[in-house]
């Protein structure tokens, strides 16, 4: 591992003056580079590479913005990170809490964009992720249509997955929010006669809902 870290090192400080920063000195990631370095163990070299992309605004001669960063290039990163490791939660976190928490439309959508296309691939583990990215394009991206494309790859996942009923009903009450009232009306009512919500509380509050929406 710490022929990867001088590995990592070399790369990004390659062709770099001394105490300057510019956001393209993020290099691009080389699956090959990072095969070869890890001696065909892929979880350390991805452990080791988040942690350098975490750091890389920070290191010394280096200070940058999240903002400034070449977001496709972070993306790649990240990308290339969860190919060496499928079962880590760490690279979604980074994109959906860190990078895509950056006051910036476009790069919030290259992460939004990045967090659901790795949700399909694993419904089971990354959906929290993707609730996540889905509250960021819908009261900060204020973008309904895509927020509710998120919604329901949530609703419509595997029913035998672990997804809590709370981020499969997002759906519902992100139509009530576009005013698709009926629509709402019929996937409450049918969610409350799936017998999939077994919580007597978290049943009273639906039927709440239901009945509420109902009279308008």
Known sequence: MLLLVLVLKLVSSAGRAPWTATAEQLPEPSAMLLNMVGGGDPLPVARVTTLWL???????????????????????????????????????????????????????????????????DDPGRRWRWLAHSLTVVRHQLKDLPLALEYAQALTNADPALPIPSWARQMEIFLREDMGEHEAAVVMLGGLLESG?????????????????????
């Open 196 to 216: 999939v919500v077994q919580d007597p509380a978290e049943q009273r509050f639906l039927l709440q809902r239901l009945e509420a929406l109902q009279t308008k």
């Open 54 to 120: 975490q750091a890389f605004d920070s290191q010394p001669g280096l200070s940058l913005a999240y903002h400034q960063l070449d977001y496709q290039t972070v993306v790649a990163w990240l990308e290339q990170i969860l190919r060496l490791d499928p079962r880590s939660q760490y690279p979604l976190l980074l994109a959906s809490r860190i990078y895509g928490e950056v006051n910036d439309p476009d790069r919030q959508r290259l992460m939004a964009a990045l967090v659901y296309r790795q949700y399909l």
